[in-house]
């Protein structure tokens, strides 16, 4: 079955980082674009960062502009989110997220990780 694992969350102090991994399996990895996406507590699921399928194009929030990198690794079947400079707005559930690069676009979301920032 298709299956989006997250993982390297945490909680660290304002200024720190952290490095999210997102391990996927049941589908042809590199034909995907990948997202990450969070949910801070009270408000909208939004859009951090996205890579496409061979990792040639990498968008990213205003808000986070300059201090995260997102990254693939196809061989691996594993998309990356290094988070630096954090802050204590950044705390939220992050999720990974799969979009298929041609028709049909099947997508699929993994459960997500938490990230709490705080001193």
């Known amino acids: 079955q298709v299956q989006l694992v997250e993982s390297g969350g945490g909680l660290v102090q304002p200024g720190g980082s952290l490095r999210l991994s997102c391990a996927a399996s049941g589908f042809t990895f590199s034909s995907y674009a990948m997202s990450w996406y969070r949910q801070a507590p009270g408000k909208e699921r939004e859009l951090v960062a996205t890579i496409t399928s061979a990792g040639g194009s990498t968008t990213y929030a205003d808000s986070i502009k300059g201090r995260f990198t997102i990254t693939r690794d196809n061989a691996k079947n594993t998309v990356y989110l290094q988070m630096n400079s954090l802050k204590p707005e950044d705390t939220a559930v992050y999720y990974c997220?799969?979009?298929?690069?041609?028709?049909?676009?099947?997508?699929?979301w993994g459960q997500g990780t938490q990230v709490t920032v705080s001193s």
């Open positions: 997220r799969a979009v298929r690069s041609y028709p049909p676009e099947y997508r699929y």
